[in-house]
Nanobody, 124 residues
Framework: QVRLVESGGRLVQAGGSLRLSCVSS????????VGWFRQAPGKECEFVAA????????DYTDSVKGRFTISRDNAGNTVYLQMNSLKPEDTALYYCAAERWGSASSAIGNYAYWGQGTQVTVSS
């Protein structure tokens, strides 16, 4: 069982920045594709960004392109989501998810392992 722990979420003003972290308990985390997803109150969980096992491929939903950057530190078993120019509509519970040998998919069903989430709140 792979354990994922997210951190870095907090209250921030619009236009501000945050960096979310997703740390894995698995020493072979470098073999996993990782995705970030978010769920706002009353809305469905949606894809935000993903990165493949090597870090050589990334994907983003259109609403965050140019503002968010996903990256990974395989030596540290950590994947990051750098979020800049935050907007109130970015407010949500952010989850990281992982799939061994995955392809950085945007599909929720492709990820077997999920963290508990970290709350991001952007005030206007």
């Amino acid at each position: 069982q792979v354990r994922l722990v997210e951190s870095g979420g907090r209250l921030v003003q619009a236009g501000g920045s945050l960096r979310l972290s997703c740390v894995s308990s698995d020493r072979s985390f470098s073999n996993y594709a990782v995705g970030w997803f978010r769920q706002a109150p009353g809305k469905e969980c949606e894809f935000v960004a993903a990165i493949n096992w090597s870090g050589g491929f990334t994907d983003y939903t259109d609403s965050v392109k140019g503002r968010f950057t996903i990256s990974r530190d395989n030596a540290g078993n950590t994947v990051y989501l750098q979020m800049n120019s935050l907007k109130p509509e970015d407010t949500a519970l952010y989850y990281c998810a992982a799939e061994r040998w995955g392809s950085a998919s945007s599909a929720i069903g492709n990820y077997a392992y999920w963290g508990q989430g970290t709350q991001v709140t952007v005030s206007s």
